[in-house]
């Protein structure tokens, strides 16, 4: 596996990739676990080729969040990698990112429009711009032939998905299956952040996206109900803070009132100081 600090290498390298082979990209932030690696193991069953990058991306956290005590894993996420069978990796400071800068911001950001706005984006404001800009310029400098990304951030797939389809990337953005730990949680770089106490009560989120999925195959069909008897269990569970639990439309983020097959049921919730999502596509 080479490892890469700038982008005029990084292209150089991922030009050579595509002659001779399908080039897959999977971007993270590091701090791998199972979830990243199944992006790899998709990414290397589709393609010839496989490069990864690891950035954490200053645009994306707002002034109150966890730039600074987001996990970084470097060597340790090397290693997962290189195992993974990844070909190239690219491993860029924020300098070399964002080599022209206005504080933290870059003159020129990609602007997602309303969708930024709904579910992650109304709680954290320019948290989409953030992803959507450091995402196009991943693109551009690996032309990929296919981008993976995981289905835990669905929000983040609607924006992207926008993003790939009004701007004419010349790719396939392919979205892969959640993984949960044994007892369910779904797998985040913040996990490690929990106590033990807090991950038992985190354990109350893919609870209640169950009981919902049961509700729903039981026959119930009104979004408000879900919403109303999920809500319930959350607020029940002291030391939860519930962002938002919505039944929406996978591609627009839009609220909708009967849930049909294809429709996103979505939770996001703080527990302790740790900001955790989840969801499930209706059957």
Same mark, same amino acid.
């Given at each position: 596996?080479?490892?890469?600090?700038?982008?005029?290498?990084?292209?150089?390298?991922?030009?050579?990739?595509?002659?001779?082979?399908?080039?897959?990209?999977?971007?993270?932030?590091?701090?791998?676990?199972?979830?990243?690696?199944?992006?790899?193991?998709?990414?290397?069953?589709?393609?010839?080729?496989?490069?990864?990058?690891?950035?954490?991306?200053?645009?994306?956290?707002?002034?109150?969040?966890?730039?600074?005590?987001?996990?970084?894993?470097?060597?340790?996420?090397?290693?997962?990698?290189?195992?993974?069978?990844? &070909?190239?990796?690219?491993?860029?400071?924020?300098?070399?990112?964002?080599?022209?800068?206005?504080?933290?911001?870059?003159?020129?950001?990609?602007?997602?429009?309303?969708?930024?706005?709904? #579910?992650?984006?109304?709680?954290?404001?320019?948290?989409?711009?953030?992803?959507?800009?450091?995402?196009?310029?991943?693109?551009?400098?690996?032309?990929?032939?296919?981008?993976?990304?995981?289905?835990?951030?669905?929000?983040?797939?609607?924006?992207?998905?926008?993003?790939?389809?009004?701007?004419?990337?010349?790719?396939?953005?392919?979205?892969?299956?959640?993984?949960?730990?044994? &007892?369910?949680?779904?797998?985040?770089?913040?996990?490690?952040?929990?106590?033990?106490?807090?991950?038992?009560?985190? #354990?109350?989120?893919?609870?209640?996206?169950?009981?919902?999925?049961?509700?729903?195959?039981?026959?119930?069909?009104?979004?408000?109900?879900?919403?109303?008897?999920?809500?319930?269990?959350?607020?029940?569970?002291?030391?939860?803070?519930?962002?938002?639990?919505?039944?929406?439309?996978?591609?627009?983020?839009?609220?909708?009132?009967?849930?049909?097959?294809?429709?996103?049921?979505?939770?996001?919730?703080?527990?302790?100081?740790?900001?955790?999502?989840?969801?499930?596509?209706?059957?």
């Amino acid at each position: 596996m080479r490892i890469i600090g700038t982008v005029k290498e990084m292209q150089r390298e991922c030009r050579r990739a595509r002659s001779d082979a399908s080039l897959g990209l999977v971007p993270t932030m590091g701090a791998l676990h199972a979830g990243h690696l199944s992006l790899i193991e998709r990414a290397r069953g589709d393609n010839g080729a496989v490069a990864a990058s690891i950035f954490v991306n200053p645009l994306q956290f707002g002034a109150n969040e966890d730039l600074a005590r987001y996990p970084r894993t470097f060597e340790d996420d090397c290693e997962q990698l290189e195992r993974g069978g990844v &070909d190239l990796l690219f491993a860029p400071t924020p300098e070399e990112m964002y080599p022209r800068v206005n504080g933290l911001r870059p003159e020129t950001m990609v602007d997602p429009g309303a969708i930024a706005t709904r #579910l992650d984006g109304a709680s954290r404001p320019g948290h989409f711009a953030g992803v959507a800009t450091v995402v196009a310029k991943l693109l551009h400098i690996v032309q990929p032939d296919r981008a993976y990304f995981g289905q835990k951030d669905a929000a983040q797939l609607a924006v992207l998905r926008q993003m790939v389809r009004d701007l004419n990337f010349d790719l396939e953005l392919i979205a892969c299956p959640i993984v949960r730990d044994e &007892d369910g949680l779904a797998l985040s770089s913040r996990n490690r952040y929990l106590s033990a106490e807090e991950r038992r009560i985190a #354990l109350v989120i893919p609870e209640v996206l169950a009981n919902l999925r049961g509700r729903m195959e039981s026959g119930e069909r009104r979004s408000a109900e879900l919403v109303r008897a999920g809500e319930a269990k959350l607020a029940a569970e002291a030391g939860l803070a519930l962002d938002y639990l919505a039944v929406v439309d996978p591609e627009t983020l839009l609220p909708v009132s009967e849930v049909v097959p294809g429709m996103l049921v979505a939770i996001a919730a703080k527990v302790g100081e740790t900001r955790l999502i989840d969801n499930f596509i209706v059957g």
